[in-house]
């Protein structure tokens, strides 16, 4: 296995904007699905250990599809914004707004990290709408950045009232790992490529008030320039916390996360969703299904044998 410093991301998949076309997308989708690292118990797949070792100091959750399987809310909070502005792309046969699948969300979303980045990637791709925001097809950049804001911030705000409804549930394992780390006196963080505003709404409704208010680190897709898979999320976060990388574990649910997190020097484990099960999740240190069986201790003892740089 590589050395987490061998990681190196595909050609230009720090912007796959500009990398991804349409055919490419469902070819890359294509071909992590076919190596599939599903496991059906919730006993891990391990990497094979090495003598030298590591001490788990902190431990980072992604949110959106780690501490709750949110991506099926995403997607109908940006349906109902394509509805309400009556967003229409040049290409589009459909009658109606802009619809994103279920089939296409879980590419895309599986693919290109952050909300903006997405509707960047899918107006280049089908040409820029036209709306309620805009008559005509914006042709510069400043109205093209200002329909995304736009769609975004309301995407975002019907996102919060999904959430507010009291009907979504944290992810099994979570809550009772966060304890058990925090009683460890571990560090606790949580790092999301989702929109600040977004995340500590789901934190405050799903983790509770104190738990989110004693974590260690948070950070949002605000604040830092690069979306995952870029690393920055997870090196800023180390920084913060005063720990080395190889001392990190990352909770994440999909590629994109995991090349973020090795990206950083951190191991990191996968516990997936249905739209992620599929994935090529080879460098993982353990992949799961969810966190229900998972103790600190079995963490604490992957970090101790994950290989080491050679």
């Keep these: 296995m590589a050395s987490s410093s061998m990681l190196l991301f595909p050609p230009n998949l720090f912007n796959p904007l500009a990398f991804y076309s349409r ?3 469902a070819s890359s989708f294509k ?4 190596a599939t690292s599903k496991t059906t118990s919730c006993r891990p797949f391990l990497v094979v250990a090495s003598a030298s070792s ?4 902190a431990l980072i959750f992604d949110c959106d599809g780690v501490i709750l399987e949110s991506e099926h809310l995403h997607r109908q909070a940006y349906n109902d914004a394509f509805a309400y502005f009556n967003v229409r792309c040049p290409s589009s046969s459909s009658s109606g707004p802009l619809n994103w699948s279920l089939e296409f969300y879980d590419e895309l979303q599986n693919l290109i990290g952050g909300g903006k980045p997405k509707m960047r990637w899918y107006f280049k791709e089908h040409g820029w709408p036209t709306s309620t925001i805009f008559d005509s ?3 510069n950049d400043d109205d093209r950045a200002k329909l995304i804001d736009i769609l975004q911030d309301w995407k975002t705000e019907r996102y919060k009232e999904i959430i507010k409804s009291g009907t979504v549930e944290p992810r099994p394992g979570v809550l009772r790992l966060m304890d058990e780390a925090k ?4 560090k606790i963080a949580v790092c999301s490529a989702a929109t600040k505003s977004s995340v500590i ?3 405050e409704n799903l983790i509770g008030l104190e738990r989110f208010q004693g974590l260690d680190c948070f950070l949002a897709g605000d604040d830092v320039k690069e979306k995952k898979p870029d690393p920055s999320i997870y090196i800023t976060a180390a920084k913060r916390l005063n720990v080395m990388g190889k001392d990190c ?3 994440e649910d999909s590629v994109i996360g995991l090349l973020a997190a090795t990206g950083a020097g951190m191991s990191c484990v996968i516990s997936y ?5 599929n994935q090529d999740f080879k460098e993982a240190a353990a992949i799961y299904p969810d966190l229900s069986n998972v103790r600190l201790t079995d963490l604490e003892a992957l970090l101790k044998n994950v290989v080491t740089a050679k």
């Design 23 to 25: 055919t490419r997308l």
């Design 249 to 251: 574990l990352v909770v």
């Design 273 to 277: 969703t249905p739209s992620t099960a």
């Design 183 to 186: 009683a460890a006196g571990k």
């Design 137 to 139: 097809s914006p042709e």
């Design 54 to 57: 590591r001490a788990l100091q």
């Design 201 to 203: 709404l789901c934190l």
């Design 31 to 34: 071909a992590n699905t076919a």
